[in-house]
């Protein structure tokens, strides 16, 4: 894949990232702050509710993926899964053995996770099917 294109589809992920994070990170404040819920089980009910928007907009839109949604939604799955157990552990390390806030916590694992997340959506969850020659 050219340089170019790689670049392209990063900033197309990281945009459709922002709408799906900002989504998250409305629900985590808002579960913690207002309803006093713990916050790695807020920030894994944020990161699933975002999922659902990170996936219809990477499909459409940043990857144009030519997979069926069976297949794509079915790895989609696996990936956004490990992403959420990563998230989790990131966040639960952060609140449990540094003293900063646990957005800070949030951020470290929103970074980490958007790379886990890219390289999977590229290499595997959206990756065009393999074709078979005749």
Partial sequence: ?????????FFRFVCVGGLATALQYAMLV???GLWQWQVTLASSLGFTASAV???????????????????A?????????????????????GITYTPFPYLWS??????????WNFVGSLKWTYASPVRKSA
Wanted: hydrophobic fraction near 60%.
């Fill in 106 to 115: 949030q951020l470290a694992a929103t970074v980490a996770v958007l790379f």
């Fill in 53 to 71: 928007v990170n996936y219809w907009l990477n499909y459409k839109l940043t990857f144009r993926a030519e997979n069926s949604h069976r297949v």
């Fill in 30 to 32: 808002a579960l913690v």
């Fill in 1 to 9: 894949m050219p340089k170019a294109s790689l670049l392209k589809k």
């Fill in 73 to 93: 939604v079915f790895r989609f799955f696996i990936t956004a899964g490990m992403g959420l157990v990563l998230n989790g552990a990131i966040v639960q390390f």
